[in-house]
């Protein structure tokens, strides 16, 4: 396939590696000054990477062109990433552009953190071959990309962006209902809010906050979502007993962030939610599937934890 | 040493499998009908477990004995863990027993999740010797435990329980100040209301909020904290940059979380602690080191993440 990539910053440079790698040819740009030696430097960079997770065949850092003028970079693409600063009004600028020089079959995927793909379509003049693709730093080895599609979007090229992304060796989270920041960025965001409030008051230092997260919770969240994760913490019971039990602490001031009410609506959605995902494994083989797994991380991540600061051992002293 | 475990749930069960594995004697109590048995089993299930991450010389299941009267479990240990459930008046009450019926010099840890020390130690005639000792599930595979000490513990004490915690091989945060849901189960408690949120709202199913985070971040958190990460994705400018870029997304509606003003003072505060916390590690050696991890990381969860269930699939379809 020919794939153009619009703004070579960290998240475009990423895509570009990851596309290079599956055996894609790509087309780049970026106004900016000095942008194809960053861009030349950030793939190579990358590429011993993406040959120790499998290169496709005949993938090859020469398939790399940079073109100067955004028209010519995307003009012969049967698909185009764009990844401009998250900026509205830029975005829609260069999106336009884009739509404007591009074949008018070929799908675009706007790499935006939180901005709603209704919004950044809304001025297309094929605003159906539109979506948001929201991928994960660094791109060229997290697995996850959101695809969100906008009110215009045509469902044939929802089906036909999936296949895109998949054929990239992604992992993909089509996200059924728009909403700013999407479904990751949004758990994402909860955690630094928090982060940055405890800072902010002289609870703890970073690093403290980073050891609390890593050295428990952190390692669980690598192979179980917050739900899977509470649904195993309740026992044989899961989530209908763990509810029963944390739910009152919902009320507590815990976090900075209100909950919303326990009703037997919500109740249901979780606790079935949870029952279905599990897919078939009882209880068990998800404690199981989790203990083997942790016991592996937990080896592997001691060789690349980084070291604990001098200045927060000495604090232990009180 | 002697060590003593009150209230064997989940996270009580866990503690006497842990201390067990490191070969000290422990005896157990809880006034529910079937608790030994239930005890037991579950540290035959953790057995195998502990076993594979490597038991201390000496460690044995034999050394676990279980009594009923609470009195007669900690009058000779050295050490006494309470996880009674979270209820601050049931703590408070067991709390009172304990320290009636233990050595005064023994040191009691509370495995509570988000209540308070100096509000637990406020009715002990020894309230000196006591800590929160908050532990993650699974409590014998994962090393973090929060110590939290009251306005009431000694220096000298919390040194006492620090050191009994580490020599449990249990990686110990000294949270210097205390805060309802102490430092980790408020990162933990905001991830939680915001799946909540989401999934309330029917944006999302759990098992896609899961995919969200098990896909991307999730990965990430295994390794560096909420500050490294966005320190790493900052590129050479690191977290000075990051802020500049994303500090604008904290007046954005990305999560239910209200952020804390950016000001001068939290933006000094979390660039000087990045910069602390990576103890001489340069940006590029950073980046390797995540980079190389999440390689080994990625090969290794696909053997562990649960199948993506039927229906989620059929949904993709429009």
Redesign the interface.
Same mark, same amino acid.
């Given at each position: 396939m020919k794939m153009a990539v619009v703004g070579t910053?960290?998240i475009g440079n990423g895509w570009i590696a990851r596309m290079l790698a599956q055996g894609h040819d790509v087309v780049a740009t970026d106004p900016a000054e000095g942008a194809e030696e960053r861009m030349r430097e950030a793939v190579d960079h990358a590429w011993p990477?993406v040959n120790?997770?499998g290169l496709a065949e005949g993938a090859s850092k020469e398939r790399l062109t940079f073109k100067k003028e955004l028209s010519e970079a995307v003009k012969d693409a049967d698909f185009i990433q764009e990844n401009v600063?998250?900026i509205e009004e830029l975005k829609k600028t260069v999106l336009k552009d884009i739509d404007q020089h591009s074949r008018s079959d070929a799908i675009i995927g706007s790499s935006t953190?939180?901005i709603m793909p209704s919004e950044l379509q809304a001025n297309l003049q094929h605003p159906e071959r539109f979506v948001v693709a929201h991928p994960?730093?660094?791109v060229y080895? /997290?697995?996850?990309v @959101?695809i969100v599609?906008g009110k215009q979007t045509s469902?044939e090229n929802?089906?036909k962006a999936?296949s895109i992304y998949e054929g990239m060796q992604m992992?993909v989270?089509?996200?059924?209902?728009e909403?700013?920041?999407?479904?990751?960025?949004?758990?994402?965001?909860?955690?630094?809010?928090?982060?940055?409030?405890?800072?902010?008051?002289?609870?703890?230092?970073? @690093? @403290?906050?980073?050891?609390?997260?890593?050295?428990?919770?952190?390692?669980?969240?690598?192979?179980?979502?917050?739900? /899977?994760t509470?649904h195993?913490?309740g026992?044989e019971g899961g989530m209908r007993h763990m509810l029963k039990?944390?739910g009152p602490?919902?009320k507590?001031?815990?976090?900075?962030?209100?909950?919303?009410e326990?009703?037997d609506e919500?109740y249901d959605?979780?606790v079935s939610?949870?029952e279905?995902?599990?897919?078939g494994?009882t209880m068990s083989e998800?404690d199981q599937?989790?203990?083997?797994?942790?016991?592996?991380?937990?080896d /592997?991540?001691q060789?690349?934890?980084?070291? @604990?600061?001098?200045?927060?051992s000495e604090?232990?002293?009180?």
């Open positions: 910053g960290v990477y120790a997770l600063p998250e953190s939180g994960f730093h660094p080895i /997290l697995p996850l @959101e599609p469902a929802v089906e999936i992992s989270l089509h996200v059924r209902h909403i700013e920041g999407h479904i990751a960025d949004r758990l994402i965001e909860a955690i630094w809010r928090e982060s940055l409030h405890i800072v902010n008051e002289g609870i703890a230092t970073t @690093e @403290e906050v980073d050891k609390a997260f890593t050295h428990g919770a952190g390692l669980r969240y690598a192979q179980y979502g917050p739900f /899977l509470f195993l913490a026992g039990q944390f602490a919902l507590k001031p815990w976090t900075k962030l209100k909950a919303p326990l009703t919500l959605k979780v939610g949870c279905h995902q599990s897919n494994m998800l599937n989790r203990n083997e797994f942790l016991i592996r991380l937990y /592997l991540v060789e690349y934890w980084p070291k @604990e600061s001098e200045k927060t604090k232990r002293s009180v």
